[in-house]
């Protein structure tokens, strides 16, 4: 049994990844902020089904539900005290570090979230891990850090030093804090570049709920770049399946790592970056079609044009991570699509 620290654990992807690690045994202690960027209710039923209950969560003060391995605690990554004083009790063997201001275009008008969570935040992750002893700081990073890449499929061995969003420059800026830690301090970080995630528990600001709950009302949906751009979306129990075999793979100095040659993902130091993707891209009008196949139901369009922030298409290559774990995302857009409406017709009993 493990002791791993979920942060984001009220999240999409850290509500997954909290229920599958509670699956296999460990004992995971959970954090959130629970801001309200998206309905917080939602991030309430998370926890419910991890065994809190809302009545019981008190700010900065550990919790504990009907789910014996499962313990949670409401703090921001920015209370330093409250943070390091969590580590100190808790001695955790790994952290996953998935709590993060999400979303590009809030960026555009938000820019201090980012700052504030997203740098701030993480430095205080990693002076937590450095000092407390912990053998693998796992942390998300994004498929947005490629920014204006256009060589197709991204790789991990691209430069990424030019982001079209804050919350991409973040990403990138967390990559480089962690490797800075592993070189410094010996301390093994590995980020994880998520591609376009969907799936049952979705974030009600991502694609598939705006669409699947437009569609349902009969309201019209906003396709952007009238529907040319092309996404490698990625259902979550790939992403989560991902996640937690490279915890499980703590990273080693690369001895054959050259300065000389461009490779972000490889160091001299603990220090590794892999892509999670479905590596299957498709259009984004493609993927509206699935969900009308889905529903019974046609969309009703507006086409608009491409937005600030946004980027023309991704396709990961996770060569790296299939050589290096033997997994490789295989859930098709179909089945997952199909998965998250009979999740949502239930949930919103529609």
């Given at each position: 049994m493990k002791r791993i620290l979920v942060t984001g654990a009220a999240g999409f992807i850290g509500f997954h990844l909290s229920t599958k690690l509670l699956e296999r045994g460990d004992f995971v202690i959970g954090l959130d902020s629970l801001n309200d960027y998206y309905d917080v209710e939602l991030k309430y039923a998370r926890l419910a089904q991890l065994g809190i209950a809302r009545n019981t969560i008190e700010k900065g003060q550990l919790c504990t539900g009907n789910q014996p391995n499962f313990s949670f605690i409401q703090l921001q990554l920015e209370d330093q005290a409250g943070l390091e004083k969590l580590f100190k009790e808790q001695a955790f063997d790994v952290v996953v570090n998935l709590a993060a201001q999400a979303g590009v275009r809030y960026s555009l008008t938000h820019p201090h979230a980012y700052i504030n969570s997203n740098i701030i935040g993480f430095v205080n992750i990693l002076e937590c891990c450095r000092y407390q002893d912990v053998k693998h700081l796992v942390y998300a990073s994004s498929s947005s850090v490629y920014g204006l890449n256009s060589a197709m499929p991204f790789s991990t061995a691209d430069n990424?030093?030019?982001?079209?969003?804050?919350?991409?420059?973040?990403?990138?800026?967390n990559e480089l804090m962690a490797h800075t830690y592993s070189h410094l301090f010996g301390l093994p970080t590995t980020g994880l570049r998520f591609f376009t995630v969907y799936g049952p528990w979705g974030r009600p600001d991502m694609a598939l709920f705006l669409f699947t709950k437009a569609i349902l009302a009969g309201e019209p949906i906003k396709v952007f770049n009238e529907g040319k751009m092309i996404r490698d979306f990625t259902y979550v129990d790939d992403i989560v399946e991902g996640i937690i075999r490279v915890a499980d793979r703590v990273p080693s100095p690369n001895p054959n790592w050259?300065?000389?040659?461009?490779?972000?993902?490889?160091?001299?130091?603990?220090?590794?970056?892999?892509?999670?993707?479905?590596?299957?891209?498709?259009?984004?009008?493609?993927?509206?079609?699935?969900i009308e196949q889905a529903l019974g139901k046609t969309a009703i369009k507006e086409l608009l044009p491409m937005q600030p922030g946004d980027v023309a298409a991704t396709f990961a290559d996770v060569s790296e991570l299939e050589a290096d774990t033997g997994y490789k995302p295989a859930t098709t857009v179909h089945t997952g699509i199909q998965r998250f409406i009979d999740w949502y017709r239930v949930y919103y009993q529609v």
């Open positions: 990424v030093d030019h982001p079209v969003s804050l919350y991409a420059a973040s990403k990138k800026s050259n300065p000389a040659v461009v490779d972000p993902a490889h160091s001299s130091a603990p220090y590794r970056i892999y892509n999670i993707g479905n590596n299957q891209p498709i259009q984004l009008a493609e993927f509206i079609e699935a």
